[in-house]
C-alpha cells in the first residue's frame, strides 16, 4: 500500500479521478508524477457553489449538537486512516513521516474541539436599561464558507476552518492549493464516508475546487460565499481582501510570517537551541510559523551559534519517507530559486551565509533538498524583513532588550513570536502590550506547533485572522442581537418621549 493510487484507492476514491486531467500531482520527494488530476472549470466552480449553498439552507436547521455528530464521525474516520493519509501528506507535500501524521492528528484534534463546541455555540443575556425587556444576542451559520489553502498544510488548514464552519451550520467549498490537490481529494472521500455513517446529511455540504488562482477568484467573487477564509502569501492576501471586501463579505486571513525567537542572556541555551533547530529547519522551513529570525544577546551568541552550527550539521536530510531523516525537500525549483536569491541578497547586506546549497542533486536530479542555512547580519536588513520559504535562518545579536523587542517587531508580519529567558521581567514586558506585536507570544518555547486550543493568526500583514481555538468559531457565524418586550408599555431607548 505504497503508492499514492493505492492509498488514494483505499480511501474510497475512484482511479479515474487520477488519470486524464490536465493537473499534473508531482511528489516533491523526486520530482515524479503521481496523477492527473481533473480541474474544475469556473463554471462548474459556480455549481457547486450553488449546491453548497442549498446544502447550508438545510444543515442550519439541523441542530448544533447533531451537526457535532457528523464531526465525531469524521474524527473517528481520521483516526482509522490517519497512517495513509499522513504518507499521501509526505508524498505530496515533502513532510517527514511524523509530520505528515502530525498533521492529520491536528485534524483528529480539531474535530473534537468542534464536537464538544457543538454543545457550546453560546450567545450572551445583556441587562436591559427599559422595565420588562430582555436583551439576548443568538449566533446563526453564514451559509458557505470559501476555504483557499496553500500547498504546506494541505489538509490540516481545511479542517481547522470546515470542522468549525461545519458545527457552526455552515457548508464549506474548498479550493487547496494547486500543489496538493490529492490530499484534498483524499480528504473528500473521507469526508464522504462520515457522510455516509451520518446517514441524512445534504449533498454538497463539503465541496472541493481542484484548480488554479481563477477557480479560487470564483469563490472569492461569488456573492453566495458568505466568508473566505484564504491562507498562502501576503501577495495572495493582497488580491483576495481588497476583492471580498468590494462586495462586503467577509474574509479571514492567514497569510505570511517572518517569525523570531529573543534569547536572552539567563536563557537555559539547551532549550533555546532545540527551540531554534525544530523551528527553524522543521517542514525544510516551510512552516508559516518556521523560525526565520533570531535575535540574540551579544553575551552569549558565540555559544549559541557554535551549538546551531553542530546540530545543523547532525540534522539528517533526504527522503522524507526514511524514518531517519529530518529535513525533506522545499516544494520545487521556484522556492529553490527563492532561497538562492534571498542568501545572494543577505552576502550583499554584510550577511555571512553558512550552508543554503543545494544537496542530493545526482539522487534527485528532479527534487529540490537543500543544507538549511543560517546567515549571520549585521543587523535587520532588508531581505531579513522578507519572508523566504525556505530553511533560512537570520542571525541578529543585540545588547539592550528594548532593541531587541524592537527588532523583533520591526518587520511587517506578525505571526509567531518566542522569547528564551528565566528573567521574569523580561518574559513579561514579552507578553505586555508594549512587547510582541504577534499573534502568538511564547515563553521558552519555540515559534512553531501552535495546539488546537487556542485561536491562531497573526496580526499587520499576516492578516489579522483567527483559527482553531478559542473563539474563532464566531467567524463562521453571524451575530444577531434579540430586544424581547414582555411589557405592557413601549418604553423607548436612550429615554425618549415621542409623541405622548
Ligand atoms: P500561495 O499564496 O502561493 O497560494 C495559496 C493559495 O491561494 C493557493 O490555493 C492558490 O491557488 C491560491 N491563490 C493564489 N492567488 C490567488 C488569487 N488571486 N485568488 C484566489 N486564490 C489565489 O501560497 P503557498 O506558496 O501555497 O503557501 C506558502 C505561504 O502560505 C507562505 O507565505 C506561508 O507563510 C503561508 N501560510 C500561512 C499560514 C497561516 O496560517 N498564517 C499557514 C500556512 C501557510
Given amino acids: 500500500m505504497d503508492t499514492p493510487q493505492d492509498i488514494l484507492r483505499n480511501l474510497g476514491l475512484n482511479s479515474s479521478a487520477l488519470t486524464g486531467g490536465t493537473l499534473i500531482a508531482r511528489s516533491p520527494i523526486d520530482g515524479a508524477e503521481l496523477a492527473q488530476v481533473h480541474e474544475h472549470t469556473v463554471a462548474q466552480a459556480h455549481a457547486a457553489i450553488t449546491r453548497a449553498r442549498q446544502a447550508s439552507l438545510a444543515w442550519r436547521d439541523v441542530p448544533a449538537p447533531r451537526r457535532g455528530e457528523l464531526i465525531r464521525l469524521f474524527g473517528e474516520t481520521l483516526r482509522q486512516h490517519k497512517q495513509e493519509l499522513g504518507r499521501l501528506v509526505s508524498l505530496e507535500a515533502g513532510k517527514i513521516v511524523a509530520e505528515g501524521e502530525g498533521e492529520v492528528q491536528e485534524m483528529i484534534d480539531i474535530c473534537d474541539f468542534a464536537v464538544g463546541l457543538s454543545r457550546q455555540l453560546y450567545g450572551l443575556t445583556i441587562a436591559s436599561e427599559r422595565p420588562g425587556h430582555r436583551m439576548m444576542e443568538t449566533w446563526h451559520p453564514l451559509g458557505v464558507v470559501g476555504v483557499i489553502s496553500a500547498f504546506n498544510f494541505p489538509v490540516a488548514v481545511w479542517s481547522w476552518n470546515a470542522a468549525l464552519a461545519l458545527v457552526c451550520g455552515n457548508a464549506v467549498v474548498w479550493k487547496p492549493s494547486e500543489k496538493t490537490p490529492l490530499t484534498a481529494l483524499a480528504c473528500q472521500a473521507l469526508f464522504a464516508q462520515a457522510v455516509q455513517r451520518f446517514g441524512d446529511a445534504p449533498a454538497g455540504l463539503s465541496e472541493v475546487l481542484i484548480g488554479g488562482r481563477e477557480v479560487g477568484e470564483a469563490l472569492v467573487d461569488s456573492h453566495t460565499v458568505a466568508l473566505v477564509s484564504a491562507t498562502g502569501s501576503t501577495r495572495m492576501g493582497r488580491q483576495v481582501g481588497p476583492r471580498v471586501a468590494q462586495r462586503f463579505g467577509r474574509v479571514l486571513l492567514e497569510l505570511g510570517g517572518n517569525n523570531a525567537i529573543i534569547v536572552g542572556p539567563t536563557a537555559d541555551l539547551d532549550m533555546?537551541?532545540?527551540?531554534?533547530?525544530?523551528?527553524?529547519?522543521?517542514?525544510?522551513?516551510?512552516?508559516?510559523?518556521?523560525?526565520?529570525?533570531?535575535?540574540?544577546?551579544?553575551?552569549?551568541?558565540?555559544?549559541?551559534?557554535?551549538?546551531?552550527?553542530?546540530?545543523?550539521?547532525?540534522?539528517?536530510?533526504?527522503?522524507?519517507?526514511?524514518?531517519?531523516?529530518?529535513?525533506?525537500?522545499?516544494?520545487?525549483?521556484?522556492?529553490?530559486?527563492?532561497?538562492?536569491?534571498?542568501?545572494?541578497?543577505?552576502?550583499?547586506?554584510?550577511?555571512?551565509?553558512?550552508?543554503?546549497?543545494?544537496?542530493?542533486?545526482?539522487?534527485?536530479?528532479?527534487?529540490?533538498?537543500?543544507?538549511?542555512?543560517?546567515?549571520?547580519?549585521?543587523?535587520?536588513?532588508?531581505?531579513?524583513?522578507?519572508?523566504?520559504?525556505?530553511?533560512?535562518?537570520?542571525?541578529?545579536?543585540?545588547?539592550?532588550?528594548?532593541?531587541?523587542?524592537?527588532?523583533?517587531?520591526?518587520?511587517?508580519?506578525?505571526?509567531?513570536?518566542?522569547?528564551?529567558?528565566?528573567?521574569?521581567?523580561?518574559?513579561?514586558?514579552?507578553?505586555?502590550?508594549?512587547?510582541?506585536?504577534?499573534?502568538?507570544?511564547?515563553?521558552?518555547?519555540?515559534?512553531?506547533?501552535?495546539?488546537?486550543?487556542?485561536?491562531?493568526?497573526?496580526?499587520?500583514?499576516?492578516?489579522?485572522?483567527?483559527?482553531?481555538?478559542?473563539?474563532?468559531?464566531?467567524?463562521?457565524?453571524?451575530?444577531?442581537?434579540?430586544?424581547?418586550?414582555?411589557?405592557?408599555n413601549l418604553p423607548l431607548a436612550q429615554g425618549i418621549k415621542f409623541g405622548e
Fill in 272 to 488: 533555546a537551541a532545540r527551540g531554534i533547530v525544530f523551528g527553524a529547519i522543521g517542514t525544510a522551513g516551510q512552516r508559516c510559523t518556521t523560525t526565520r529570525r533570531l535575535i540574540v544577546h551579544e553575551s552569549i551568541a558565540d555559544q549559541l551559534v557554535q551549538r546551531l552550527h553542530k546540530a545543523y550539521a547532525s540534522a539528517p536530510i533526504g527522503n522524507p519517507l526514511d524514518s531517519g531523516n529530518l529535513v525533506g525537500p522545499l516544494i520545487d525549483r521556484a522556492s529553490f530559486d527563492a532561497m538562492q536569491a534571498a542568501l545572494t541578497a543577505a552576502r550583499e547586506q554584510g550577511g555571512k551565509v553558512a550552508g543554503g546549497e543545494r544537496v542530493l542533486a545526482d539522487q534527485y536530479p528532479d527534487a529540490w533538498y537543500v543544507r538549511p542555512a543560517i546567515a549571520e547580519m549585521p543587523g535587520q536588513t532588508d531581505v531579513v524583513c522578507h519572508e523566504t520559504f525556505a530553511p533560512i535562518l537570520y542571525v541578529m545579536r543585540y545588547k539592550d532588550f528594548g532593541d531587541a523587542l524592537a527588532m523583533q517587531n520591526g518587520v511587517p508580519q506578525g505571526l509567531s513570536s518566542a522569547i528564551f529567558t528565566n528573567d521574569l521581567r523580561e518574559a513579561e514586558t514579552f507578553l505586555s502590550a508594549a512587547g510582541s506585536d504577534c499573534g502568538i507570544a511564547n515563553v521558552n518555547i519555540g515559534t512553531s506547533g501552535a495546539e488546537i486550543g487556542g485561536a491562531f493568526g497573526g496580526e499587520k500583514e499576516t492578516g489579522g485572522g483567527r483559527e482553531s481555538g478559542s473563539d474563532s468559531w464566531r467567524n463562521y457565524m453571524r451575530r444577531a442581537t434579540n430586544t424581547i418586550n414582555y411589557s405592557r
